[in-house]
């Protein structure tokens, strides 16, 4: 892939972690970026033994 490729991938990759979803559990618009943050402290309280993981299941 040329340079010109890597950039427009680098910025179709931005483009769709930035759009914004409706969560369902804390009501609010987060984006992509955001919910995968969220996703990795629910990680992080199972491997500390504090909670059970339940991974976040889009609604189509």
Request: no cysteine; net charge negative; glycine share 4%.
């Given at each position: 892939?040329?340079?010109?490729?890597?950039?427009?991938?680098?910025?179709?990759?931005?483009?769709?972690?930035?759009?914004?979803?409706?969560?369902p559990k804390i009501k609010k618009k987060v984006s992509y970026k955001y919910l995968i943050r969220l996703e990795l402290y629910k990680l992080e309280k199972h491997f500390l033994g504090d909670k059970e993981y339940t991974p976040y299941v889009s609604k189509w």
């Open positions: 892939m040329n340079e010109s490729g890597k950039k427009k991938f680098v910025e179709e990759i931005e483009n769709q972690l930035s759009t914004t979803i409706s969560h």
